[in-house]
């Protein structure tokens, strides 16, 4: 099993940034993805980005590129989110999942039926 806890988040304006975390505990975890997904008000859980977890190499959707970074720190087994330029409608509950997998380069994991190990969400909300 792996745990994984998330910290961050919270109130911004109309313009600001913010960071979100996720540490992983439990189970080793070497290789594989850890990503982020949101869930707007009376909308479906929507991908926003992954990180490899042994080569770092990123992938975004289209609607963040420019405005979200993702990054990791093996030594701390922490994934990091950082949101620039936030705008109301990026309002929503960031959740972060993880899954053990083999990293082959290129892979995309862009639907939340894969991932097996969830954090609890954290509430993003960005005011006009």
């Known amino acids: 099993q792996v745990q994984l806890v998330e910290s961050g988040g919270g109130l911004v304006l109309d313009g600001g940034s913010l960071r979100h975390s996720c540490a992983a505990s439990g189970r080793t975890f070497s290789t594989g993805f850890m990503a982020w997904f949101r869930q707007r008000p009376g909308k479906e859980r929507e991908f926003v980005g992954q990180v490899a977890w042994s080569s770092g190499s990123t992938y975004y959707a289209d609607s963040v590129k420019g405005r979200f970074s993702i990054s990791r720190d093996k030594s701390k087994n922490t994934a990091l989110l950082q949101m620039y330029n936030l705008q109301p409608e990026y309002t929503a509950v960031y959740y972060c999942?993880?899954?053990?997998?083999?990293?082959?380069?290129?892979?995309?994991?862009?639907?939340?039926?894969?991932?097996?190990?969830w954090g609890q969400g954290t509430q993003v909300t960005v005011s006009p």
């Open positions: 999942p993880a899954q053990i997998s083999p990293e082959r380069p290129g892979s995309t994991f862009t639907s939340a039926g894969i991932y097996e190990y």
